[in-house]
């Protein structure tokens, strides 16, 4: 009996410590960065306007902490006890309503602002490609390092249980107590047992993970026949989204531009003067040779001025896909609801070749309507709500959400 009581206890003091172990990964991975691009990088950049304000700096601007809490909580409350800043804040971004997120902690919060603080302006960022890279590859290099910490411990916990194992047995026989040889781990069932056990849970996990994300393409970037930086063209450039993506404020896809969209530039611009540009892996982008195979595909001679062969389209590899039985509608979103491209593409401005920012799952689809606020001023297309009007005007609510307005009917995205 006492044997085997020994060696539940040793059992129960494993999953105990692998259950720390767990906890504080989990702790490590809950860091600000994570936070705030769940929460923010929809509508907010650290050094940049996005939809809205750039946020370096928001402790120097509201150096009272409990006030920034509050209205990164809930905003409608801040602003109905007559704050001045946060009213002229609100009224100098249109009266962009900013979504609430009542169930973030202080600890959360605090999470957040610290990476804001920690992330270097644009003047301070090097201008290499390859040290971008080795900075992201550094980055993504933290959960390895939890990983093989876990792994020393673990091992530190077993040869620690066989230490004592061994001590307890110099003293009972010290004492003249009979004891039993011990079994090696590797045939100890109750290590045999307790392996099975959590390598049951880990694979039964990731198992349901890999199944879960099925068909998802989150952060899928390929290379494109021709790069083409958004960078350059959305950002450095400010050209429109619905410049060269008609359809997004129209109809239901975006559409991808037509040669003759990009040749409305290109006939004058032949060649890339801008800074340099830098592939995902630090290799550098000739910007003009790119230039080039646009006039490969369109048949265009720079130096004659005319198309000179056959046009041939450019095989581009399309990003975001959606399954088939689900209905998304473009116009519906950005005319209708006036959500900006950044909430669902990202960063867009910044990025070289684009790549899938969301996952666009049903989950997250669901979790957007639940938290988006639908802009009912001056938009005609929610004109026939009046009971949801009507009690804005009166104050029984601040808001509307889509979910309010049967954004998670399943009819709605699916029929």
Known sequence: MIHYRSILQ??????SVLTVLCFDQGVFAQDGKALFQQNCASCHAVHKNLTGPALAGIEERVPDKKLLYDWIRNSQAVLQSGNKYFNDLYVAWNKTAMNLFPNLTDE?????????????????????????????????????????????LAIIVLVLLQVNSNLKRLSDEKEGIPSYEPVP??????YIALFAVVLFIVGGYYTIQGAVGLGRSKDYQPEQPIY???KVHAGTNQIN????????QEGKHANIPSLNTCMNCHMAIN???GEKLYREDGTEVDGTAEIKKLYSYTGWDPDQKKY???PKPIEWVKIHNLPDHVYFNHAQHVKAGKVACQTCHGDIQNMGEVYQYSDLSMGWCINCHRETKVQFEDNKFYSIYEKFHNDLKSGKMDSVTVESIGGTECQKCHY
């Open 10 to 15: 040793r059992v129960a003091l494993i999953l």
């Open 108 to 152: 959360e919060i605090g999470a957040m602002i610290t990476y804001i603080n920690s992330v270097p302006a644009p003047g301070a960022a090097t201008g290499s490609g390859e040290a971008g890279v080795q900075a992201a590859a550094a980055e993504s290099d933290n959960s390895l390092i939890f990983g093989v910490l876990t792994l020393i």
């Open 185 to 190: 781990f590797y045939r100890n069932k109750a």
């Open 228 to 230: 083409y930086s958004h």
């Open 241 to 248: 989204c619905l410049y060269c993506h008609s359809g997004a």
């Open 271 to 273: 060649e890339y003067a």
């Open 308 to 310: 000179v062969n056959e």
